[in-house]
T-cell receptor, first 112, second 117 residues
Framework: DAKTTQPNSMESNEEEPVHLPCNHS???????IHWYRQLPSQGPEYVIH???SNVNNRMASLAIAEDRKSSTLILHRATLRDAAVYYC?????????????FGQGTILTVHP | EAGVTQFPSHSVIEKGQTVTLRCDPI?????LYWYRRVMGKEIKFLLH????????ESGMPNNRFLAERTGGTYSTLKVQPAELEDSGVYFC???????????????FGPGTRLTVL
């Protein structure tokens, strides 16, 4: 799977927007960009995914660069509950379509 | 709708013993996955079932680990004999879509924390 690069940690204040970046310069044309997060003492939780176009759902927005070599997860108004480790993952599909490769992720701290 | 459930939530065993972890996926999900995080490391993929068949078992560390999914419903992961390095959190996930696209979202359980003494 193509590799992703994320900052180790980021901080935000409650009710402010958060932009979590991810670089994936070796992304291939069939790679979907997925974001998961893991809250303390829980299993990973799906957040959002996209291929080429920007995506919105009730949890977040995903902005994908035109060349697809980077993406940004946007939390529009951070809450204390959003404090978690956020993982940017590429899924190429194919015979290993179910295999998610987790990196170190970004630890997001939200201050009240 | 019930999410992915795992049993037990915690297990403490001694080196050399056997442990069996169970995962119940979301009803109707044909795909079932096992992952684990050992101390200080990243979450690693172990294997992927499609119904009762193993689609990808490239992450299984060695032959002390045996995963089954009889009948295509729940799955078990047996470690026999357990070693100290097997300690960690074992996650199960399930997903609905079949086919080979990379767009499927996985739903994770809370994990089983395994401690081998």
């Amino acid at each position: 799977d193509a590799k992703t690069t994320q900052p180790n940690s980021m901080e935000s204040n409650e009710e402010e927007p958060v932009h979590l970046p991810c670089n994936h310069s070796t992304i291939s044309g069939t790679d979907y960009i997925h974001w998961y997060r893991q809250l303390p003492s829980q299993g990973p939780e799906y957040v959002i995914h996209g291929l080429t176009s920007n995506v919105n759902n009730r949890m977040a927005s995903l902005a994908i660069a035109e060349d697809r070599k980077s993406s940004t997860l946007i939390l529009h108004r951070a809450t204390l509950r959003d404090a978690a480790v956020y993982y940017c993952i590429l899924n190429a599909g194919g015979t290993s379509y179910g295999k998610l490769t987790f990196g170190q992720g970004t630890i997001l701290t939200v201050h009240p | 709708e019930a999410g992915v459930t795992q049993f037990p939530s915690h297990s403490v065993i001694e080196k050399g013993q056997t442990v069996t972890l169970r995962c119940d996926p979301i009803s109707g999900h044909d795909n079932l996955y096992w992952y684990r995080r050992v101390m200080g490391k990243e979450i690693k993929f172990l294997l992927h079932f499609v119904k009762e068949s193993k689609q990808d078992e490239s992450g299984m560390p060695n032959n002390r680990f045996l995963a089954e999914r009889t009948g295509g419903t729940y799955s078990t992961l047996k470690v026999q004999p357990a070693e100290l390095e097997d300690s960690g959190v074992y996650f199960c996930a399930s997903s609905q879509l079949t086919g080979t696209s990379g767009r499927d979202e996985q739903f994770f359980g809370p994990g089983t924390r395994l401690t081998v003494l």
